[in-house]
């Protein structure tokens, strides 16, 4: 019996999962697969030494992963580091994009070049860009520490990357974590520079020039007009720029390997797992950190629920 | 007649610029600087960023390559990255398509899980991941590390697509359909090369993230030198007392690629997607 040809819309339910289907395998088998994994360590009792032995039928749950790290003040250190450390940085950030993005706003000769140059330390490669501030920041021979001693009157030169907290006048500052949060302002201010003056372009400018003509000064006009129509995409940078600083691994790993006060939730994940080659605590850290995000995600998607209500 | 507020305010702009051009162009020209120094005279006299004519050498290039081995690391991290880019091309055309043009079942729980793919901690998956490709044996392996690469950056690629290929009129595919062109047809002869120019940006961009990428590369081929990528390599070689200008021509040979493509890609970015494609 031949096969009743399909319907219009039929074939395309068919063609639409058949195209997505590769897509779908892989993340789920290098995502989705993972991460529940992840759910599955978290309550287990595994080291490292014990994959090769794992077999499914065989697993003892336990909540003594989660248990020992929710009652370790290191986690809590790390967890409050990490906080300060996202919070810092994308408010960094994004205060930097929109100085640069309103000062590259109005055309002038070489603009482009400008704008160009700018965005350098978002497509650097992560490991070139922190050899090279590493190569920069050293005591020996960085140049930092070169103009800091021989122009700046230091007494001595600044191991900017291991040093825990240092007194400057009546403040104590917290060095290592200034510099890696000063690091990914560095990194990633460009981002926000790029999507303000997007944002930028489209501000019309009718409204603007009336209120200079009614004899409002640029910094009013920047308070009451710009900031209002900015609000929207700096919020969502807000939070996009949060939720990644939250979850870097890289730019402090390669900076500091934790030291100097610097050891966020990432950098215990990665010594859990490799240094004490605890698969069961890696996991639970790293559970706790998803859920740390995803309370982050529902506040936003709260209040943007509340604002268009 | 300017105003102070008008006066303070183009200073202050000017300050701005400046300031943020010495920041970020600054760093790189600093290690491109000392990649020409010999490693002695660095050492001595760090405040003299420009190499005095006599004693400039390029000798660190050579010896970061061969020597050091980021050479062979380099080919490691071009294949997987041209493995990752060919892929995720692959697998997100076929994918925006669907999403793009095609009403079928379970197309929201896709979009769902690629955004919570997109929003997990890379260092959570990294963790069973870890676990997973040393049970079955392919850590050491960049096969498992192109998988991983794929799956990180689909969810952004598909995305990214979407946007170009929502621009390809419908219409043309619909002519193209009529005259008897099957759906993969359909993808391969119209809408690929009328979004050929988004398609390659994103093939760029993807294939920056894989040759940028330093912790899957970390956790899965740290015990097998012969098969560090060359961001893992330098990050190794820092780790030793390996001379700084050295160090500093690894860095700039890596970011040499990246540059490159990202100059390519603005390019490509800003030629006309459809204009003309279409009948009136």
């Given at each position: 019996m031949a096969a009743k040809p399909l319907t219009m819309s039929r074939r395309e339910d068919r063609d639409g999962r058949l195209l997505v289907a590769p897509t779908m395998a892989v993340v789920l088998a290098f995502a989705v697969l993972p991460f529940l994994a992840v759910v599955l360590f978290a309550f287990l009792d595994v080291r490292l030494v014990d994959i090769p032995r794992l077999y499914l039928d065989e697993l003892v749950f336990t909540t003594d992963n989660l248990a020992t790290v929710w009652g370790s003040p290191r986690f809590w250190s790390a967890a409050t580091t990490t906080v300060t450390y996202a919070a810092a940085s994308s408010a960094g950030a994004i205060l930097v994009g929109l100085a640069v993005a309103l000062a590259l706003r109005h055309p002038f000769p070489g603009r482009g070049l400008i704008r160009a140059l700018v965005l350098v330390p978002y497509i650097l490669p992560v490991v070139a860009a922190t050899t090279i501030w590493k190569t920069l920041l050293n005591p020996g021979y960085g140049l930092v520490n070169a103009v800091g001693t021989e122009w700046l009157g230091w007494a001595e030169p600044i191991a900017f990357l291991t040093t825990t907290s240092r007194d400057v006048g009546p403040f104590e500052i917290p060095v290592a974590l200034t510099t890696v949060i000063a690091f990914e302002v560095w990194k990633t201010f460009p981002l926000a520079f790029l999507f303000i003056t997007a944002r930028l372009q489209v501000v019309p400018g009718d409204i603007e020039e009336a209120a200079q003509i009614d004899g409002a000064g640029k910094t009013r006009v920047f308070w009451h007009l710009l900031l209002p129509q900015l609000a929207g995409v700096m919020a969502l940078l807000a939070v996009l720029r949060f939720l990644w600083s939250f979850q870097n691994f890289n730019d402090i790993y390669l900076l500091t390997g934790g030291a100097g006060g610097t050891e966020v939730l990432a950098v215990r994940v990665y010594s859990e797992l490799v240094v004490r080659a605890n698969i069961g605590t890696a996991s639970a850290t790293g559970l706790i950190m998803t859920g740390m995000l995803l309370v982050v995600v529902a506040v936003y998607a709260w209040m943007i629920k509340r604002e268009k209500a | 007649m300017r105003s102070t507020e008008d006066r303070i305010l183009g200073v202050l702009r000017w300050a701005v610029i400046t300031v943020a051009v010495v920041v970020t162009a600054g760093p790189l020209l600093y290690g491109f600087l000392l990649s020409l120094r010999p490693f002695q005279s660095v050492l001595t006299?760090?405040?003299?960023l420009l190499p005095s004519p006599g004693e400039i050498t390029f000798d660190a290039y050579p010896t970061a390559m061969a020597e050091y081995g980021l050479g062979g690391n380099m080919w490691n991290s071009l294949q997987v990255a041209l493995a990752t880019a060919a892929l995720a091309i692959v697998l997100s055309v076929l994918g925006a398509y669907a999403a793009v043009r095609l009403r079928f079942f379970g197309r929201d729980v896709v979009n769902v899980v690629f955004l919570g793919v997109y929003l997990l901690p890379g260092i959570v998956l990294a963790v069973p991941l870890f676990v997973l490709l040393s049970r079955i044996g392919l850590t050491g392996s960049l096969a498992g590390l192109v998988f991983v690469y794929v799956a990180q950056t689909v969810p952004v690629a598909l995305y990214m697509l979407r946007t170009y290929l929502v621009a390809v009129p419908s219409s043309v595919e619909e002519a193209a359909m009529i005259d008897g062109c099957g759906r993969l047809a359909v993808i391969r002869r119209v809408v690929l090369p009328m979004a050929l120019p988004g398609v390659a940006a994103t093939a760029l961009y993807v294939f920056m993230i894989a040759w940028n990428e330093y912790l899957f590369a970390l956790l899965f081929l740290v015990a097998d030198r012969d098969r560090w990528t060359v961001s893992l390599g330098i990050a190794q070689l820092?780790?030793?007392?390996?001379?700084t200008t050295v160090l500093m021509a690894g860095s700039i040979a890596i970011t040499v690629p990246v540059v490159a493509g990202f100059f390519l890609a603005q390019r490509l970015l800003v030629t006309g997607l459809t204009s003309g494609a279409e009948k009136g």
């Open positions: - | 006299e760090p405040l003299d820092t780790e030793f007392s390996v001379p």
